[in-house]
């Protein structure tokens, strides 16, 4: 099955690690058969790893568009899980560090991503309530 993208004047993307940049304006891809694909709002440059779910997200990342050193990144991941993981008690929130790790350990890499960004609202929230 195919995907659709419809691109953004200027959006750049990132296609197995490859980054690509669309022109002035809208565009259409189709992709006809399985890559590793994000897109630039799903992109974090390593200075805005900012925050301990920024910190599970960029390994994972990393994974996604590199997956020939995916080893090398799962050791970072599960150090910041762990970290996170210990230092959450919402059952809500640890039940999503369990699914985003067991789609790392599938090498499901892009749904990881979508669920550790689920991870960013419940640490805006923690974090909004504190202040």
Same mark, same amino acid.
């Not at 790893?49 to 799962?74: C, E, H, Q, W």
């Given at each position: 099955?195919?995907?659709?993208?419809?691109?953004?004047?200027?959006?750049?993307?990132?296609?197995?690690?490859?980054?690509? !940049?669309?022109? #002035?304006?809208?565009?259409?891809?189709?992709?006809?058969? +399985? %890559?590793?694909?994000?897109? #630039? +709002?799903?992109?974090?440059?390593? +200075? *805005?790893?900012?925050?301990?779910?920024?910190?599970? $997200?960029? /390994?994972?990342?990393?994974? $996604?568009?590199? /997956? *020939?050193? !995916?080893?090398? @990144?799962?050791?970072?991941?599960?150090?910041?899980?762990?970290?996170?993981?210990?230092?959450?008690?919402?059952?809500?929130?640890?039940?999503?560090? &369990? !699914?985003?790790?067991?789609?790392?350990?599938?090498?499901? @890499?892009?749904?990881? &991503?979508?669920?550790?960004?689920?991870?960013?609202?419940?640490?805006? *929230?923690? &974090?909004? @309530? %504190?202040?």
């Amino acid at each position: 099955m195919a995907l659709k993208i419809s691109l953004k004047p200027n959006e750049k993307f990132v296609v197995n690690g490859a980054v690509i !940049a669309n022109g #002035e304006r809208r565009a259409s891809l189709v992709i006809q058969n +399985k %890559v590793s694909i994000l897109r #630039e +709002k799903d992109i974090i440059q390593e +200075k *805005d790893v900012t925050s301990p779910a920024k910190r599970i $997200y960029f /390994p994972i990342m990393l994974s $996604y568009i590199d /997956p *020939d050193n !995916a080893g090398t @990144y799962y050791d970072e991941f599960t150090t910041r899980m762990t970290e996170f993981m210990e230092a959450v008690e919402d059952p809500e929130a640890l039940q999503k560090c &369990l !699914a985003i790790s067991a789609d790392v350990m599938n090498g499901h @890499y892009y749904r990881a &991503l979508m669920a550790c960004k689920l991870l960013f609202k419940f640490e805006e *929230d923690r &974090l909004a @309530y %504190v202040a």
